[in-house]
Nanobody, 115 residues
């Protein structure tokens, strides 16, 4: 059974930083395509950043230059380093993995940037 567990969310002042982690179990991790998505209240879930098996990355325009996605295959974990957080970054952040033609989601972690 594949499980994705996110951690690292919390409350931070605007301009601050947080690092999210997503650890996978029950699946071959190194070949997976993985990403971070977020959903703010009343809005659709949107892509934040993705990272492929070869390490290639892709970012939403709204987070470019502020967020960095990375992966540690030895730990079955991906990270999202979030710097210069803005109020509009407030959302539930979800980890998504595509592996073997199947899609898996984590349970989400809340990130709140306050003024």
């Amino acid at each position: 059974q594949v499980q994705l567990v996110e951690s690292g969310g919390g409350l931070v002042q605007a301009g601050g930083s947080l690092r999210l982690s997503c650890t996978a179990s029950g699946s071959t991790f190194s070949s997976a395509f993985i990403g971070w998505y977020r959903q703010a209240p009343g809005k659709q879930r949107e892509l934040v950043a993705t990272i492929g098996s070869s390490g290639n990355t892709n970012y939403a325009e709204s987070v470019k230059g502020r967020f960095t996605i990375s992966r540690d295959n030895a730990k079955n974990t991906i990270y999202l380093q979030m710097n210069s957080l803005k109020l509009e970054d407030t959302a539930v952040y979800y980890c998504k993995m595509i592996n073997g033609g199947r899609v898996y989601w984590g349970q989400g972690t809340q990130v709140t940037a306050s003024s």
